[in-house]
């Protein structure tokens, strides 16, 4: 089949086109994005054409679209004129779920560092296909395992077909498209008892909400888990943990990761591959050789600053990027750079952004960006409002961005889910001149 995937750059979108490929498919794509991102780093390798303008299409192809692309954009309106048949992303990715025994990875946070640690262990022992939104996907019709990152935004998983289903926590994200923290616990129960099996983390309130209609595993710190971690270590390393199954000792494992949150993340990976027989020797090895995601505490050292580059776009994963700084460099100064994204986030979070920040030594905060709603819809919603609420904190944009190269000898922590490399190229760029 010919697939046409609208946002090709988009990390799912990106993904999802790379696992189409492999499946033997024939596929391109469109993207406003002139520029390199890191998610094309797949698209290169299999040889994905990328179009920014328009060009013939063939007739029989099928367009998949980001929902950052208005029904308005001139690429979704040429194909529509065309007459070609249109699916959501989200039923393009269902479909593909439907095909093999998947493992649907879900969670407000920790979905991406979670499906790389399962999939990393899976595909170097007994091989599985995988859907990681970070731009990283791999397919083989010949696995039996698919392991997908499924993400709530929108209630795109609800078009999945998991037969395991974790469910790494659960908080207030994505207000444009959820009425509140009930219908987003609600969501993820319907998801969540669409599977044979669930992995959740105990230790979080709002997962102990949900009604399993199936078997349920709980993970977690509290002795009331099915699969503790116990004796825990943090250095400057990463951190060493013992794990226990059903009160009983099961194994000690050493993660390269920083933060206590990395290690719930590797809980569940560690009762995945236990379910599938993956040996202890075998679980071990992957969980200490693993690297992390792209954009999650992807780190820098550049002359005397050393950078941090992170996915972090949500109070939670603020917080946890500048504790993660702190626990590898705990004799330096953490500087926090920050690019809000959608003002309905920034509305409902604003404290909770506040509150994160302000752990900093030093935050540094862009304008507000968002490619879907409009500021006017969100009266005094702005990054002046945010700054005036952290302590030793002031607005940044590109023009401005040398005022960071007095922070020489800190840990700068670039943060959010949107373009912020621009911001950070930048520095990079006056750093290499100085």
Do not use: W
């Not at 790389?116 to 170097?124: P, T």
């Not at 102990?208 to 009331?224: A, C, H, N, P, T």
Request: contains cysteine; charged residues 25%.
């Amino acid at each position: 089949m010919k697939y046409y995937c609208i946002g090709i750059k988009g990390a799912g979108m990106s993904t999802l086109a790379n696992i189409l490929s492999d499946l033997g498919n024939e596929v391109s794509g469109y993207d406003d994005t002139v520029k390199y991102k890191f998610t094309e780093e797949g698209l290169n390798k299999r040889g994905i054409k990328i179009y920014h303008e328009a060009h013939d299409i063939d007739k029989d192809t099928i367009v998949t679209y980001s929902k950052a692309f208005s029904q308005n954009h001139p690429e979704i309106k040429r194909v529509k004129e065309l007459g070609l048949t249109m699916k959501d992303y989200n039923q393009v990715v269902g479909e593909v779920t439907a095909m093999f025994e998947t493992i649907g990875i879900s969670g407000t946070h920790g979905k991406t560092t979670t499906s790389l640690l399962v999939s990393n262990i899976l595909n170097n022992t007994i091989g599985c296909n995988y859907f990681v939104g970070d731009g990283t996907g791999f397919a083989n019709k010949e696995n039996k395992l698919f392991v997908i990152e499924s993400d709530e935004f929108n209630k795109h998983f609800l078009a999945y077909h998991p037969t395991i289903a974790v469910i790494t926590n659960i908080e207030l994200d994505h207000t444009e498209c959820y009425d509140g923290l009930e219908d987003i616990i609600n969501t993820f129960e319907k998801f969540a008892n669409k599977a044979n099996l669930v992995i959740a983390c105990g230790d979080d309130s709002n997962v102990r909400k949900i009604k399993f209609k199936k078997d349920v595993i709980y993970y977690g710190f509290d002795e009331s888990n099915n699969v503790v971690a116990k004796n825990v270590k943090l250095n400057d390393m990463g951190s060493s943990f013992d794990v226990y199954i059903d009160g009983k000792f099961f194994d000690t494992y050493e993660l390269p990761l920083f933060g206590k949150h990395m290690i719930l993340n590797a809980l569940s990976a560690i009762i995945i591959a236990n379910k599938y027989n993956i040996s202890k020797e075998d679980i071990k090895k992957y969980i200490k050789e693993f690297k992390g995601a792209k954009r999650r505490f992807k780190e820098e050292i550049l002359s005397d600053y050393i950078i941090i580059d992170d996915y972090a776009h949500h109070p939670t994963e603020i917080s946890v990027t500048i504790d993660a700084a702190r626990q590898k460099y705990p004799d330096k100064d953490v500087i926090a750079i920050f690019l809000p994204n959608t003002y309905s986030r920034t509305e409902a979070l604003m404290e909770d952004f506040a509150s994160a920040l302000s752990k900093a030594d030093k935050a540094y905060i862009m304008d507000i960006y968002c490619d879907r709603e409009q500021q006017s819809d969100y009266p005094g919603v702005n990054s002046d409002t945010l700054i005036s609420k952290v302590p030793s904190s002031e607005k940044i944009s590109i023009e401005d961005v040398s005022k960071l190269l007095k922070h020489k000898n800190s840990v700068l922590c670039f943060m959010s889910c949107t373009n912020i490399y621009i911001l950070l190229d930048k520095f990079k760029e006056i750093v290499r001149k100085n």
